[in-house]
């Protein structure tokens, strides 16, 4: 509990930059209007993310769970040398502040709209933002069932069994709470810079984007949820979206 407090104060700082940012604007710096709705590429974003995490769901639904004889027999030399240490851990405090990173990470994008400049076309960024977070989350989903890499407490024992046995035992890469972290984050990053192209806080607000999924995925592990392999992943794919969403949308 003590790291999930410390965590919780390292988000209120990052609010607090940010907050302080966005009551400060510099008009000097301020790009009215850099993005651009486009049907060529709404569309296409559109159909992926929610077909791809329609799809996802149904594989998910349908695919088999392990059984107790599967679970005994299972080897933790099959587990990559790097990735072993994960089958060690067991938090439950760890997994419930992973929760709360990730979901303050994905309400980061509403802290644009107290700007005034920006809340002008919060229904173009509220878009933009929806297809980056379904895009994300079809990539992540599909890639989950396509792999079903057992997580990491599955080999523990001192998990409990109901877990192991559940379907999501199975979907373990890549890290969803670091992808969706990431994609946030840095997407939030990515709308400020491209608003406040020289603004001196752009180091801080990329620093605060990049913080926020590493500590996500830090606690998946220490949680027992997922492999070092699964939250670099997830990190990466994450931060890839949260920055090409928006930049397909600029303005040439």
Known sequence: MKRVRQSNRQIWWVFLIFSHV???PVKAQMSPDPYRLKWHTEVPLSVFGVGGTGLS????????RLTPEEIAQLDVKSIPAFDRFATRFWSIPAQ??????????????????????MRKHTSKLALIGLETYLVNAALTSLTKELFKRKRPFVFNPNA?????????????????????????SFMTAKMFADYYPNSKYKPYIWTGAALLPAITGFLRVRGGKHYLSDVLTGYA????????????????
């Open 96 to 117: 419930t502040g992973s929760d709360v990173l990730m979901y303050t990470s994905m309400a980061s994008p509403l802290i644009l709209l107290i700007d005034n400049n």
């Open 22 to 24: 966005f009551l400060h």
């Open 160 to 184: 409990p069994m109901h877990k192991k046995l559940g379907r999501d035992a199975t979907s373990s890469y890549f890290s969803g709470h670091a992808s969706a972290s990431a994609a946030a």
């Open 237 to 252: 794919v994450g931060a890839l979206v949260g920055v090409m969403v928006p930049q397909l949308h600029k303005k040439k």
């Open 57 to 64: 769901e149904w594989m998910k639904k349908n695919k088999p």
